[in-house]
């Protein structure tokens, strides 16, 4: 059952929700349609920007089954699974890895803070042996600053000796360039994939060793970050990096889900995207107002998106 | 529907898990009626020291029935359902209050982290909203060491304004003097009750109109506990508030969830109890040595336990 592992350009993709806060998955799934068409390798839905932390794991199922019986391929998506409850953690992931899920973003048990680390070895050691599918490749969320619980290199190690087919790689959401070097260099040559998340360091990744990116502005600039990434060896890969830089650090200078929600809303001049479920808050109208004239000023677009609205 | 609002000693009932790591209905409810027995006023089940994060929500509504069909009253109980989830929040709480419960036990959403106040609040506003029953009763979780989303003052008045009789109370668990005694003193005088989360506190609080308390040893020391309650204007308050004390701090001398759990399985006699599920860890032989040891030392036992075991 070997399948290529996936690389390049993934979105954790936002989940649109109707008035009364129900997942939309109409809309959700015209926009992974149009996710990939841009050039996005894969689909990591169920992510912290995909808000899936406020979806019950009933409503992933879902909306999982929705996205596939709408023709998203199940090998482009890398759901996120990891819950707080083992049971959850493993129902989740037991039901993606049957449909051909090409793997799963695993966040670590999130709620109890300070857990020694056998206890987190523990957690993704049982998910393993209880989702018992040979086809399971998890991707290790490390995300300190909204799990407060990280993935330290020893940890990887203690679990790719215990499982080195099923730990299959990271993201690495700190943003902290000195441990995505940490982790590109402790795995080199080996076949642990290493992701940031961010396109800041996406060309920085590429040139040691790095599989791609995991992205929330993968979301709206999708295009342009697998562009950076299928030729990050030419001679305009850093001016390439300094445009996405830019469009970047104009989304995040609101906070982030909202913004990119907000992004593809005045793309498409459909405002249902702007929508977000507690606790998060939309961008105010001013702030979405400040959002659309910076993205103006740099000339942005999503190509195409008006047609998947 | 109007019913007299639960005070005193409330336990933070804790979780036994089966070999398999399954919950197990039939200990958990022979513990709870042991809690009764001891002069508990209430057991506010699926709270931190119960696991209930590490549960799915389906678990915890098995458990819940199951405790019910056990005979435990419902009116005795406050399940914790805060959950990350808006779905999973009104899901459970519906079903609790439905069935009759004197309140339940409210986490904000705690995955994000920094989340404006705007947010919590909504999350709270539409959970009352989407329960939609008039006998709901929400004690607030004030726990930011390990949620990390606080519960402030302001946020409470600008709840209670819009919904003064779902918006019940609070459990104080950071620990801090000086925030129980802000709200104790925020409250005067209102049907607002708060609880300290520890009977470290307890005294100090019922002496400026605490409501009791709500605490991880009130597992393994209620009736103690339950009598300072009861006679905390005596003349030997201060000597019951220092026994308490002396248990406490023997038994956090060790991780608080499974130094409980170990207790128990030693007054028991019955090393089932020890058990917890990932991320956390069981104490291992040598501190669960350490552990019966200072409990000797203070002559602790558990009276009755091993008949309900």
Redesign the interface.
């Known amino acids: 059952m070997k399948q290529k592992k996936i690389k390049g350009v993934l979105a954790p993709v936002i989940t649109p929700f109707r008035q009364d806060?129900s997942p939309d998955g109409g809309r959700f799934a015209a926009h992974c349609k149009w996710l990939l068409a841009q050039g996005a390798s894969g689909l990591a839905i169920f992510g912290?920007t995909s808000e899936a932390?406020?979806?019950?794991?009933d409503?992933r199922i879902v909306l999982f089954d929705e996205l596939l019986a709408a023709g998203v391929p199940a090998e482009r998506l890398m759901p996120g699974t990891g819950c707080?409850?083992?049971?959850?953690s493993v129902?989740l992931g037991r039901h993606v890895v049957a449909k051909g899920c090409a793997g799963v973003l695993m966040l670590?048990?999130?709620?109890?803070?300070g857990?020694?680390e056998?206890?987190?070895f523990?957690?993704f050691a049982?998910t393993i042996e209880r989702v018992g599918d040979a086809r399971l490749r998890i991707y290790l969320y490390h995300i300190p600053?909204?799990?407060?619980?990280p993935i330290p290199i020893a940890l990887i190690e203690r679990l790719r000796s215990a499982y080195p087919t099923a730990i299959a790689g990271i993201k690495d959401s700190s943003g902290d360039p000195a441990n995505l070097r940490a982790l590109l260099d402790a795995f080199a040559g080996t076949d642990f994939d290493v992701f940031p998340g961010s396109e800041l360091l996406l060309l920085e990744g590429l040139r040691h060793g790095g599989a791609g990116c995991i992205t929330a502005t993968g979301n709206v600039n999708p295009g342009p970050i697998a562009k950076l990434y299928d030729n990050w060896r030419s001679a305009d890969a850093d001016a390439m990096q300094a445009g996405l830089d830019a469009l970047r650090r104009a989304i995040q200078a609101f906070p982030m889900i909202p913004a990119v929600k907000a992004t593809v809303a005045h793309c498409t001049g459909d405002d249902a995207w702007s929508r977000v479920?507690?606790?998060?808050?939309e961008l105010d109208a001013g702030e979405k107002a400040q959002l659309a004239a910076a993205l103006h000023k740099l000339g942005f677009e999503m190509p195409g998106i008006a047609s998947l609205g």
């Not at 707080?84 to 959850?88: E, F, K, N, R, S």
């Not at 670590?108 to 803070?113: E, I, L, M, W």
């Not at 600053?145 to 619980?149: E, K, Y």
């Not at 479920?277 to 808050?281: A, D, I, K, M, W």
């Open positions: 806060l912290t932390n406020s979806l019950s794991v409503e707080c409850a083992l049971t959850d129902r670590p048990p999130f709620y109890y803070k857990v020694p056998a206890g987190v523990r957690s049982e600053q909204v799990s407060q619980v479920r507690p606790p998060l808050v």
